[in-house]
């Protein structure tokens, strides 16, 4: 069993940087890929990126590209999403999510977060 907590969302303004942090807990923690996806209001969840489990190797979607970076640091069972030059269109819930590979669509992992507000004012 696997458990996700999502931490650092907020308010920011356009142009602006966040960081959010996806704390994990489990024996097998280091063997999942992570998966960062939103969920904007009246808007299917989508993926923003991934990480595969030895952090190698990531996976961006093109809307975010050049502008977040996932990493992580399995020493602390944490994985993060830097966020830069944010937009308004960047508003909404952000999840992390464990699987064994990293998948594009959320039908892949088995385990979620429970979230974190991200707002971008104009």
């Known amino acids: 069993q696997v458990q996700l907590v999502e931490s650092g969302g907020g308010l920011v303004q356009a142009g602006g940087s966040l960081r959010l942090s996806c704390a994990a807990s489990g024996r097998t923690f280091n063997s999942y890929a992570m998966g960062w996806f939103r969920q904007a209001p009246g808007k299917e969840r989508e993926f923003v990126g991934g990480?595969?489990?030895?952090?190698?190797?990531?996976y961006y979607a093109d809307f975010v590209k050049g502008r977040f970076t996932i990493s992580n640091d399995n020493a602390k069972n944490t994985v993060y999403l830097q966020m830069n030059s944010l937009k308004p269109e960047d508003t909404a819930v952000y999840y992390c999510?464990?699987?064994?590979?990293?998948?594009?669509?959320?039908?892949?992992?088995?385990?979620w977060g429970q979230g974190t507000q991200v707002t971008v004012s104009s």
């Open positions: 990480i595969s489990w030895s952090g190698g190797t990531t």
């Open positions: 999510a464990a699987a064994r590979r990293v998948f594009w669509s959320q039908d892949g992992y088995d385990y």
